[in-house]
């Protein structure tokens, strides 16, 4: 629609030099002022009056002035302060008279200059550096070296800088310090402790002969792990059920002392930015469930025993208020009923009560547990027919949802906007299921084998599943449509290995790597079983076709696909399960598709912009209006300002 024509006159506001004086007023930021008499165009500040009010160039009619007298010339300024004192390095050096040194290499540009020899003498101080004349300070009375050096010269050597005595001499002084220190990804030796950097550019800092962590806490960074499993084929009789790493590379033992597993086997462990909680097998129901606020050192939960729990857990997951642990009773002859399959504790894991569970009789067991952080929480395992619970007040209270695997649902992970289960049916199919809120679940999944062909079935299950901020990774015994399984939507699934025998428990990501555990897991290397007691030919980057022992129970990989033996202390039995200190959920894809209809693929592109024009409006009326500024003794009434605004 056009706006009619419209006539506009401005006028600014104006007047004599004599009334400007006079009236003296102070312009509104950007208000043009004019001064008939001298033909002068000044514009407001909304601070200064006029008479103080500079005009702004003009090309008018006036004619310049004469030149005024030179001023006279201002007095002399105050001498400035003196200049900093140019670099100079002393070296204090004790003792015996030693042998005359080689001669003191030094360079400055392109060019190296050597000094004269220096002898260094016992109680005799020394100076090297750059004199006052630009030459070079020799000791002991000699010349100057070379001159013309400029304030960037630098001492270079060629070797080892070593002391002549262990442990006496110092470098730098605590009034007197280096300002920087450049060193290579090598490492730096504190005593026993040794600092180093990755190609990622992490940190390890650890001792030297025990290869822990050098910190208090022990954890170093995000990339903190535990790991748990069973040594019950411990040649050795020293059973470990509890491993740790902070490189994901290098695994050790816990420190002496701390606790383990009654019956030697440990199966979930969780984080959540204060402390560890695992949980694993004790008939007696003593060490079910162990605490450490480090993962160097583990504690039994006080009383345990009285709290009569299950004696099993297998899944342990913190709601952002209340620690959550799922298991069962492994003891001959004692049921497990469904009320008795979740437990929940509001005091860091100190005290344990039973959740309730509803709508669900009869027996069951309590499994992995997922949660979003905000009070609702999924549980994966088996409850007279029904294969999940959820749960909406941080796990005190639980109901059965509608995804059903006919042996159990193994693993549960949520990835902030995704749910994913995985377990076993029989016949298997449909191993992988994913809901948008935990309730309603979907199991239109798609699984490929190593050679990209559909599989609808397959003789094992799956046990885990993990996201790392970009794609899933689940893991299991999945032959022959692949034991690691990679999915970037969680509904279609690409076999990444495929190998009959091997078991994997469990996966986590840590913020750099993935790390697997499990039995025989080392198949994965070769894709073949050599049988037991048999040996892999590992292609391993850092040892390159190095024998390991068939029984690994940890992998490395940085990408899903490619994965490599990890060096250090590994389970004899079994790994079961393992987690970081990088706490979940990843914010990832939003996925959305129904049973039955495959999942939205990706937007189109743009179309091409629209050209249509709407009609003409109606020339509006013809209208007159007059801005006049007024004089400058004018007074306004406040009403429609009429502002061009800035220049931008």
Same mark, same amino acid.
């Given at each position: 629609?056009?706006?009619?024509?419209?006539?506009?006159?401005?006028?600014?506001?104006?007047?004599?030099?004599?009334?400007?004086?006079?009236?003296?007023?102070?312009?509104?930021?950007?208000?043009?002022?004019?001064?008939?008499?001298?033909?002068?165009?000044?514009?407001?500040?909304?601070?200064? %009056?006029?008479?103080?009010?500079?005009?702004?160039?003009?090309?008018?009619?006036?004619?310049?002035?004469?030149?005024?007298?030179?001023?006279?010339?201002?007095?002399?300024?105050?001498?400035?302060?003196?200049?900093?004192?140019?670099?100079?390095?002393?070296?204090?050096?004790?003792?015996?008279?030693?042998?005359?040194?080689?001669?003191?290499?030094?360079?400055?540009?392109?060019?190296?200059?050597?000094?004269?020899?220096?002898?260094?003498?016992?109680?005799?101080?020394?100076?090297?550096?750059?004199?006052?004349?630009?030459?070079?300070?020799?000791?002991?009375?000699?010349?100057?070296?070379?001159?013309?050096? *400029?304030?960037?010269?630098?001492?270079?050597?060629?070797?080892?800088?070593?002391?002549?005595?262990?442990?006496?001499?110092?470098?730098?002084?605590?009034?007197?310090?280096?300002?920087?220190?450049?060193?290579?990804?090598?490492?730096?030796?504190? &005593?026993?402790?040794?600092? @180093?950097?990755?190609?990622? &550019?992490?940190?390890?800092?650890?001792?030297?002969?025990?290869?822990?962590?050098?910190?208090?806490?022990?954890? $170093?960074?995000?990339?903190?792990?535990?790991?748990?499993? *069973?040594?019950?084929?411990?040649?050795?009789?020293?059973?470990?059920?509890?491993?740790?790493?902070?490189?994901?590379?290098?695994?050790?033992?816990?420190?002496?002392?701390?606790?383990?597993?009654?019956?030697?086997?440990?199966?979930?462990?969780?984080?959540?930015?204060? /402390?560890?909680?695992?949980?694993?097998?004790?008939?007696?129901?003593?060490?079910?469930?162990?605490?450490?606020?480090?993962?160097?050192?583990?504690?039994?939960?006080?009383?345990?025993?009285? =709290?009569?729990?299950?004696?099993?857990?297998?899944?342990?997951?913190? #709601?952002?208020?209340?620690?959550?642990?799922?298991?069962?009773?492994?003891?001959?002859?004692?049921?497990?009923?469904?009320?008795?399959?979740?437990?929940?504790?509001?005091?860091?894991?100190?005290?344990?009560?039973?959740?309730?569970?509803?709508?669900?009789?009869?027996?069951?067991?309590?499994?992995?547990?997922?949660?979003?952080?905000?009070?609702?929480?999924?549980?994966?395992?088996?409850?007279?027919?029904?294969?999940?619970?959820?749960?909406?007040?941080?796990?005190?209270?639980?109901?059965?949802?509608? %995804?059903?695997?006919?042996?159990?649902?193994?693993?549960?992970?949520?990835?902030?906007?995704?749910?994913?289960?995985?377990?076993?049916?029989?016949?298997?199919?449909?191993?992988? $299921?994913?809901?948008?809120?935990?309730?309603?679940?979907?199991?239109?999944?798609?699984?490929?084998?190593?050679?990209?062909?559909?599989?609808?079935?397959? @003789?094992?299950?799956?046990?885990?599943?993990?996201?790392?901020?970009?794609?899933?990774?689940?893991?299991?015994?999945?032959? %022959?449509?692949?034991?690691?399984?990679?999915?970037?939507?969680? $509904?279609?699934?690409? #076999?990444?290995?495929?190998?009959?025998?091997?078991?994997?428990?469990?996966?986590?990501?840590?913020?750099?790597?993935?790390?697997?555990?499990? !039995?025989? /897991?080392?198949?994965?290397?070769?894709?073949?079983?050599?049988?037991?007691?048999?040996?892999?030919?590992?292609?391993?980057?850092?040892?390159?076709?190095?024998?390991?022992?068939?029984?690994?129970?940890?992998?490395?990989?940085?990408?899903?696909?490619?994965?490599?033996?990890?060096?250090?202390?590994?389970?004899?039995?079994?790994?079961?399960?393992?987690?970081?200190?990088?706490?979940?959920? !990843?914010?990832?894809?939003? /996925? #959305?598709?129904?049973?039955?209809?495959?999942?939205?693929?990706?937007?189109?592109?743009?179309?091409?912009?629209?050209?249509?024009?709407?009609?003409?409006?109606?020339?509006?009326?013809?209208?007159?209006? =007059?801005?006049?500024?007024?004089? %400058?003794?004018?007074?306004?009434?406040?009403?429609?300002?009429?502002?061009?605004?800035?220049?931008?």
């Amino acid at each position: 629609m056009s706006c009619g024509q419209t006539s506009v006159k401005f006028q600014l506001r104006r007047g004599t030099a004599q009334q400007w004086s006079t009236a003296n007023p102070i312009l509104a930021q950007g208000e043009p002022g004019y001064d008939e008499t001298n033909n002068l165009l000044k514009i407001g500040d909304g601070i200064t %009056p006029w008479n103080s009010l500079p005009a702004i160039a003009s090309s008018g009619g006036g004619t310049t002035g004469s030149t005024g007298p030179t001023g006279s010339t201002g007095s002399t300024g105050s001498t400035g302060p003196t200049g900093p004192t140019g670099p100079s390095m002393q070296v204090d050096v004790l003792g015996p008279t030693g042998q005359t040194a080689s001669a003191l290499a030094y360079q400055s540009g392109p060019t190296a200059y050597t000094t004269t020899l220096i002898q260094f003498v016992r109680g005799v101080e020394h100076e090297v550096g750059v004199s006052a004349t630009g030459g070079l300070l020799g000791g002991l009375g000699t010349t100057g070296g070379a001159t013309g050096l *400029s304030s960037d010269d630098y001492i270079q050597v060629s070797g080892d800088i070593i002391p002549t005595r262990d442990g006496v001499f110092n470098l730098g002084a605590p009034n007197n310090k280096f300002k920087s220190a450049y060193i290579g990804a090598n490492t730096v030796y504190i &005593g026993d402790v040794q600092i @180093s950097s990755n190609s990622n &550019g992490i940190a390890n800092i650890f001792s030297r002969t025990s290869y822990r962590s050098a910190l208090p806490s022990g954890d $170093v960074g995000e990339n903190f792990m535990v790991c748990l499993g *069973s040594d019950t084929a411990n040649p050795n009789n020293i059973f470990n059920s509890i491993l740790i790493s902070n490189s994901a590379t290098q695994w050790y033992t816990v420190d002496a002392g701390s606790t383990q597993f009654g019956s030697l086997s440990g199966f979930g462990v969780a984080w959540n930015g204060a /402390i560890w909680v695992a949980t694993g097998n004790d008939l007696n129901k003593d060490t079910t469930i162990l605490v450490s606020t480090t993962g160097h050192s583990w504690q039994a939960v006080p009383n345990l025993r009285s =709290m009569n729990l299950f004696d099993t857990g297998y899944g342990v997951a913190w #709601s952002g208020k209340n620690w959550i642990v799922g298991g069962a009773n492994q003891a001959t002859g004692v049921p497990t009923y469904v009320n008795q399959t979740l437990a929940y504790s509001t005091d860091n894991a100190i005290t344990w009560s039973f959740a309730t569970i509803q709508g669900v009789s009869g027996e069951g067991v309590g499994g992995q547990v997922a949660t979003d952080g905000n009070g609702r929480c999924v549980a994966s395992g088996v409850w007279d027919t029904y294969s999940s619970l959820i749960s909406y007040d941080h796990g005190q209270t639980w109901v059965p949802t509608n %995804p059903t695997f006919t042996e159990g649902a193994n693993g549960v992970a949520y990835n902030g906007k995704l749910w994913v289960m995985c377990g076993a049916n029989s016949p298997e199919i449909g191993q992988f $299921v994913y809901s948008t809120d935990g309730v309603n679940w979907n199991s239109d999944t798609v699984l490929y084998d190593v050679s990209g062909n559909i599989y609808t079935s397959t @003789s094992a299950r799956a046990q885990r599943v993990a996201w790392n901020g970009m794609y899933w990774i689940a893991v299991g015994q999945l032959f %022959p449509y692949g034991n690691v399984l990679k999915s970037y939507d969680g $509904v279609r699934w690409q #076999s990444i290995i495929g190998t009959n025998g091997l078991q994997a428990r469990d996966i986590t990501w840590n913020g750099a790597s993935w790390v697997m555990t499990g !039995y025989d /897991i080392g198949a994965i290397l070769i894709g073949t079983d050599n049988g037991a007691g048999g040996i892999y030919v590992v292609s391993n980057p850092v040892e390159p076709d190095t024998l390991y022992p068939q029984n690994l129970s940890m992998l490395i990989s940085y990408d899903g696909d490619n994965w490599f033996s990890i060096n250090g202390t590994q389970f004899t039995s079994s790994g079961y399960g393992i987690a970081s200190r990088r706490v979940l959920p !990843y914010t990832g894809l939003n /996925i #959305s598709a129904a049973s039955g209809v495959s999942p939205t693929g990706p937007t189109g592109p743009t179309g091409p912009a629209s050209t249509a024009v709407g009609p003409t409006g109606p020339t509006g009326p013809a209208s007159s209006i =007059m801005f006049d500024g007024g004089t %400058p003794t004018s007074v306004y009434t406040v009403g429609p300002v009429f502002d061009c605004g800035t220049i931008v």
